[in-house]
Every structure is written in C-alpha cells, then in structure tokens.
C-alpha cells in the first residue's frame, strides 16, 4: 500500500512528446516493463480524459500470459471513461509513456498497451531479425521438434513465432531445454530457455500465430565458418 506522506511526495511526471522517443510495440518488452515497474513499487502520473487533474497510481500485478495488469488508483478517482496516458520512471531510469481507452470501472483486469513510448533507450537492446531462414530456433517438446522462426533477441531473452497447433505444446513457466537457436549461416547458440510469455496475434502475410517471450537461462555459443 502506499501511504499518504508518499502520496504527497509525489511530483506528476511530465508527458513525453513523441519526437524525444522510441516506439515499443513488442508485448515481451511491455511486459518486461509493466512488471519491472509493479515489482519497484513505482509510482505512475495518469492524465485522464479530458481536463481532469493528473493522479497518482501504481501497477498492483502483471499477467504476462494474459496480457493485462491491475492498476491501483490513488487520489480523486474514479478516472473519467474515455482515453488516459501514463507516464512512469523505469528502474532504469527510462520514462515510459502509453495510452489506454477504457470506462476504468474494472482496473483488475486493464489489457496491455499495443505500444508504449520510451524516453532512454532500455538497458537490455533488443534487436529484430529479418525474416529468413537463418534465424531460427529448434526446441523438443513431448519428443517431438519443433522449429520456429525467431523474430527477434536480446540479451535477456528472444521473441518466437508459432502456429497455434504449434504454441499448444507451450505454456507460461515451461522449461525448455537444449534449444538450437541459429543467428545466420555461421553462429548457433545452444540455451536452456523459460517461456514468459504467450500472445496470440494475426499476421497478415502468415494469419493466425502466437508470440512466444522466453527467457535465458543458459547460454552456449557455436561459431561455424
């Protein structure tokens, strides 16, 4: 909980205009963030619709898997149904921005942003792969493989693409071990990964898929000339 001397303290972090940041759209990373900041106890400023007053609040929980988080409210509320911003302090010290459009009579139960705003570059760079063969990762799950293509990487974790039949062998806090990621024609990297994260979405060249977030937990790498 978060006691009234807090609430005092609390100064409303300015909004970030657009040309000051980068875009996040990749639900792994909003996920990383959002939890990043319920676990720090952080306080959020939330500007709502119309010429409201800005409030304090913070983030009480995060599903990843869902997505969604719950909000809890401080101040004057409720908010007023229409669209409101957020604006939070990273524990990096990054600012994150996003916008949802809501009536704000359940915040247990809010979807994730489908973007977010970022001040600073994040302290883990994540890089997208483009879509070619080379970038893969093959895994076995109930004896059978798999390959995936893998969208994009980071030092702390990667992004997977999978068909729906595909991602039902999968699911949230799932161990996998002894995966083949292949990063071009002459690197592979052998990982034990954790899945984080599973996100249906449609693509329009691919249709029905499922994002997959994993995290690393051990790393090998094979460099192939």
Not at 106 to 114: A, E, K, Q
Not at 178 to 196: K, M, T
Request: proline share 6%; aromatic share 6%.
């Amino acid at each position: 909980m978060t006691d009234s001397s807090s609430l005092a303290a609390h100064d409303s972090l300015q909004r970030i205009t657009r040309k000051d940041a980068h875009e996040m759209r990749d639900a792994f990373d909003i996920g990383e963030a959002l939890t990043a900041l319920a676990e720090a106890g952080a306080m959020l400023t939330v500007y709502p619709a119309g010429d409201a007053p800005p409030l304090p609040a913070h983030i009480a929980s995060v599903e990843p898997d869902a997505p969604r988080f719950a909000l809890s409210l401080f101040g004057n509320g409720p908010l007023a149904a229409g669209r409101a911003t957020f604006v939070a302090a990273l524990p990096n010290d990054a600012r994150l921005q996003f916008e949802l459009d809501s009536d704000w009579r359940d915040l247990n139960h809010l979807s994730f942003p489908d973007t977010c705003l970022v001040l600073e570059r994040r302290t883990t760079q994540r890089a997208d792969t483009s879509l070619v063969d080379y970038f893969t990762a093959t895994l076995s799950v109930s004896g059978r493989q798999i390959e995936l293509p893998l969208c994009n990487f980071a030092t702390g974790g990667i992004g997977l693409h999978a068909q729906p039949d595909a991602a039902q062998a999968l699911h949230v806090g799932q161990k996998l071990k002894n995966v083949r990621l292949q990063l071009g024609p002459a690197l592979s990297i052998v990982a034990d990964l954790e899945v984080r994260m599973l996100r249906p979405f449609r693509s329009y060249l691919l249709g029905e898929q499922v994002q997959v977030g994993c995290r690393y937990d051990r790393i090998e790498m094979e460099m192939r000339g």
